[in-house]
């Protein structure tokens, strides 16, 4: 007993399918204009610079990239010592250089 191929049959069944027009190949709808907007004032007309942030003036980005089980720990322990991991970090790194013999960070 031959039994019928399962892509066969649905190849044939494609075949017999009327074709449809492609998207590229449909009609497109007219576009209605727009209306005319007003100028843009000239608060508007000029794009804003960087969000600023006083706090971080002299100072420069220091980051690493880290498994997530380290990202989600570092943050639980800043929640659990109700401090920002920004704290940590510096306490870390303070620990560092003195462990390294180059003294704390001036200013923390």
């Known amino acids: ?7 066969q049959a649905i190849l044939a069944r494609e075949a017999a ?3 449809e027009p492609k ?5 497109k709808p007219p576009v209605k204009p727009r209306p005319a907007a007003k100028p843009p004032t ?3 007309a000029e794009p804003s610079a960087k969000f600023y942030r006083p706090s971080r003036d002299g100072r420069r980005f220091l ?12 943050k639980m322990l800043a929640v659990e010592e ?9 306490e870390a790194l303070n620990l560092l250089f ?6 704390k960070i001036i200013g923390v």
């Open 1 to 7: 007993m031959n039994r019928p191929n399962s892509l």
């Open 17 to 19: 399918a009327p074709v």
């Open 23 to 27: 998207a590229e190949e449909m009609p």
């Open 42 to 44: 000239p608060a508007e």
């Open 63 to 74: 980051g690493g990239h880290f498994d997530p089980a380290v990202v989600r720990q570092m």
């Open 82 to 90: 109700d401090t920002t991991t920004q704290a940590l970090l510096e």
């Open 98 to 103: 003195v462990k390294k013999g180059k003294g």
